[in-house]
């Protein structure tokens, strides 16, 4: 939950990340409330070695791993198509995908 560092915490989401830097422990714990759990179900945007993106939707966290699969705008004929990365996720290779507008995709 929080990470101690010197006389504070610093909030870490349930992705392992930093949400702020050292505050006291109060104002951590009101933090990570008020974040709540609703991020986990945006969809992401989950960056390959080559440089290559793709929209994915959080399935799994915990301490050990975390599990995405290809967002596949809920067809159930698609091919399930996931991916373990580890924990913490490096902010780099799981960003939040801002280009969904909540819009359905057209065929």
Known sequence: ???????????I??????????MDWLAAEELLEERGLGYLAE???????????LRVRIVEVSRERIRVKKDDFGDIRATRMDYV???PVP???????TSYDGVFPGP
């Not at 969809?43 to 993106?53: A, E, V």
């Open 1 to 11: 939950m929080d990470a101690s560092r010197g006389d504070g915490f610093v909030p």
């Open 13 to 22: 989401d349930l992705l392992g990340r930093e949400v702020a830097r050292e």
């Open 43 to 53: 969809p992401f945007s989950l960056r390959f070695d080559d440089g290559s993106r």
């Open 85 to 87: 990365l580890p924990f």
């Open 91 to 97: 902010a780099e290779l799981l960003t939040v995908d």
